[in-house]
């Protein structure tokens, strides 16, 4: 006999459902700003964050693209889950070598965890299933209905949003990795994060390693692959990454976490950035959708050719705080606005990924970032942050490398494919 649902008044005044990037820190910013309300995390897993590594500049949270030292306020409040910060970062290619003098922050799974937790109290919940979201109530695996007057959805990307070349309905290229956490018997040398070296055999699309120094003797060390496919050769890896070292002349003690990463790189519109013919709206709020807020990667908040959500995730996490009415509606009203701009912007860097993954030959991918790396700083920067002007983007599209023959390059441009992609295309 099926027990009966647990009911109860209003359990919260906010409940976010999902504790990984875009709920924790939504989540976060919440209780700050309004430390007299009750915000509630759920999370599935018995870790807010899971297993991962997140990095991000200064300049990465200003909402208007200024790059100035004035423009980064947003800093302070995410003190509490940064791991480690640097003062610049170094690049390698082919033909160029460059320091960028931007200030860059990594987060760790675990320090994310230990954070939130720390500060969202007994207001966190781990090991909550979740089977119902509307609204204004959640109910639980076992029964239980929890209830409150603002309802969001943070739940990540799902496995059944993934196809083999595509991702929510749209083609796309993918960001994959494979990283290991490094002790070394000897320090490795490294004052700033390698965040892309690309002086190595170029295979599987653009290939590089990334480097994030946590102490003398502690290093973060992934490969990566801007691949048209999201398979990962584990054993390859594993040994390539361990080579890798080697060269560098990192004998390694242990290997004490590793991480994989298969992120999505759209090349054209997903289907939540598409104009709905269903929609009903009073008064700019829609009384009809009885769904939650939603605002995580799982419906396509991150940069489309970064794949990088953070910047999505901590501006989406202050507008909400902002709001004068931290109710579903409203909020989901606001939010809908608030979309409007970042599409249009994301256009411009699906158009990059075209250029990327539908007109360059693989092997010469890494040519294009290496040209963007030869820059100006504060161009890269808000090329990172979401905030590309339209005086960037011909400087960052002006000097393409050899390009493939055939309709898919003619057509590299065009914000619809003029037919369906086979796998020839990809």
């Known amino acids: ?119 969202l109290g007994r207001n966190v919940r781990l090991g909550c ?13 076992d029964g239980e209905i929890l209830r409150a007057p603002l309802i969001i959805d943070a739940s990540g990307i799902t496995s059944d949003q993934k196809a083999p070349k595509a991702f929510a309905g749209a083609p796309c290229g993918w960001m994959k990795f494979i990283g290991f956490d490094l002790k070394l018997k000897t320090p490795h040398g490294l004052t700033r994060p390698l965040l892309n070296d690309a002086n190595v055999p170029q295979m599987d699309g653009y290939r590089y390693f990334s480097c994030l120094p946590w102490d003398e003797t502690r290093i973060f060390v992934t490969e990566n692959f801007f691949s048209s496919n999201s398979e990962l050769n584990e054993a390859r890896i594993n040994r390539s990454i361990r080579a890798y070292a080697e060269r560098n002349g990192w004998e390694i003690e242990s290997i004490e976490r590793t991480e994989e990463g298969r992120l999505p790189l759209p090349l054209y ?12 709206e009073f008064s700019g709020e829609d009384f009809v959708n009885q769904s939650p807020v939603s605002i995580s990667s799982r419906v396509g908040f991150f940069h489309s050719a ?37 599409i249009e912007q994301q256009r411009f860097y699906r158009l990059v990924n075209r250029l990327i993954f539908r007109a360059v030959e693989p092997s010469l991918r890494y040519q294009v970032l290496e040209r ?55």
């Open 1 to 119: 006999m099926k027990s009966a649902k647990k009911v109860s008044g209003m359990n919260a005044d906010v409940i976010v459902v999902g504790g990984g990037l875009a709920g924790g820190l939504t989540a976060l910013r919440l209780t700050q700003t309004h430390p007299q309300k009750k915000i509630l995390l759920l999370e599935r897993g018995e870790r807010l964050g899971d297993n991962h590594t997140w990095g991000f500049y200064d300049t990465d949270l200003s909402p208007s693209g200024d790059t100035s030292d004035t423009a980064r306020a947003s800093e302070p409040w995410l003190q509490a889950v940064i791991s480690k910060s640097w003062d610049s970062h170094e690049v390698r290619f082919p033909k160029l070598s460059r320091v960028i003098e931007t200030r860059f922050h990594g987060i760790r799974s675990v320090d994310f965890h230990n954070a939130l937790t720390k500060i």
């Open 129 to 141: 299933d979740i089977v119902r979201i509307t609204d204004s109530e959640v109910e639980t695996a």
């Open 269 to 280: 519109a997903l289907q939540y950035d598409k104009p709905s013919e269903d929609a009903v």
């Open 306 to 342: 970064t794949s990088h959500s953070l910047p999505d995730a901590v501006r989406i996490a202050e507008f909400i705080s902002e709001l004068p009415q931290l109710r579903t509606g409203p909020v989901r009203a606001a939010l809908r606005e608030f979309r409007k701009e970042w």
């Open 372 to 426: 963007f790396y030869g820059q100006r700083e504060d161009l890269i920067e808000r090329y990172f942050a979401g905030t590309t002007t339209r005086a960037d983007r011909p400087r960052i599209l002006g000097a393409k490398p050899v390009v493939r023959p055939g309709r898919v390059t003619k057509n590299w441009a065009d914000e619809q494919p003029l037919t369906p992609l086979t796998p020839a295309d990809a």
